[in-house]
């Protein structure tokens, strides 16, 4: 009933920027909170940057400064700016949303999550 589909990514050189976007769909009422996250290899699953449905914006201490976090309630987007990319931001980016669902029966709220897009910063 709701899908998440991120796009962006890809292969950068250090100090370069990249905007990732992340779009959900379906039978949705409002989307309370988005967040994205990244996952490096061998490393667990960390928050990157958080708003909320009113605007407030949060970040990890590693990427102050540099990355931006921003939505379009219009269009169910939230994007992520990366600026002065680092080789140690090289991950899995993953977005997520949390969702009220409205139904013909029903109303809930849950978190979905994008499917993962790589982004690589190497010279």
């Known amino acids: 009933q709701v899908q998440v589909v991120q796009s962006g990514g890809g292969l950068v050189q250090p100090g370069g920027s990249l905007r990732l976007s992340c779009t959900a769909s379906?039978?949705?009422?409002?989307?309370?909170?988005w967040g994205w996250n990244r996952q490096a290899p061998g490393k667990q699953r960390e928050l990157v940057a958080t708003i909320t449905r009113g605007g407030t914006t949060n970040y990890a201490d590693s990427v102050k400064g540099r990355f931006t976090i921003s939505r379009d309630s219009a269009k169910n987007t939230v994007y992520l700016q990366m600026n002065s990319l680092k080789v140690e931001d090289t991950a899995v980016y993953y977005c997520?949303?949390?969702?009220?669902?409205?139904?013909?029966?029903?109303?809930?709220?849950?978190?979905?999550w994008g499917r993962g897009t790589q982004v690589t910063v190497s010279s």
């Open positions: 379906g039978n949705i009422f409002s989307i309370e909170n």
């Open positions: 997520n949303a949390d969702i009220v669902v409205i139904t013909a029966t029903d109303r809930y709220e849950q978190d979905y």
